[in-house]
């Protein structure tokens, strides 16, 4: 079993930052790959930025590229987003999720994971 468990949200002024952290417990290779999601009631959720646990590889949306940044802890317990340069458009509720996966690194934002966190609110006001 694989529980997940999302700190760091808050409320900034555009242009500022937030860091985001992903607790993990559970076997490596149950959750060998995590991606961080964002959902805003009445859209879709989107996939923001995600990792490969063992190798490292990572992937980001368009969206965010440039300003966030997907990391890991090197025990492997906690994955962390450094959210740079906030706009009012990256409100949202974000999501830590974990799976097992294979393939290449541009599918972790479309995978269908099977672990889930609570979620944590960023709230970004210009």
């Known amino acids: 079993q694989v529980d997940l468990v999302e700190s760091g949200g808050g409320s900034v002024q555009a242009g500022e930052s937030l860091r985001l952290s992903c607790a993990a417990s559970?076997?490596?290779?149950?959750?060998?790959?995590m991606t961080w999601f964002r959902q805003v009631p009445g859209k879709e959720r989107e996939g923001v930025a995600g990792i490969y646990i063992a190798g490292g590889a990572t992937y980001y949306a368009d969206s965010v590229k440039g300003r966030f940044t997907i990391s890991q802890d090197n025990a492997k317990t906690a994955v962390y987003l450094q959210m740079n340069d906030l706009r009012p458009e990256d409100t949202g509720m974000y999501y830590c999720?974990?799976?097992?996966?294979?393939?290449?690194?541009?599918?972790?934002?479309?995978?269908?994971?099977?672990?889930w966190g609570q979620g944590t609110q960023v709230t970004v006001s210009s």
């Open positions: 999720a974990a799976d097992q996966c294979k393939g290449w690194v541009e599918d972790l934002l479309t995978h269908e994971y099977k672990s």
């Open positions: 559970g076997p490596i290779w149950m959750r060998n790959c």
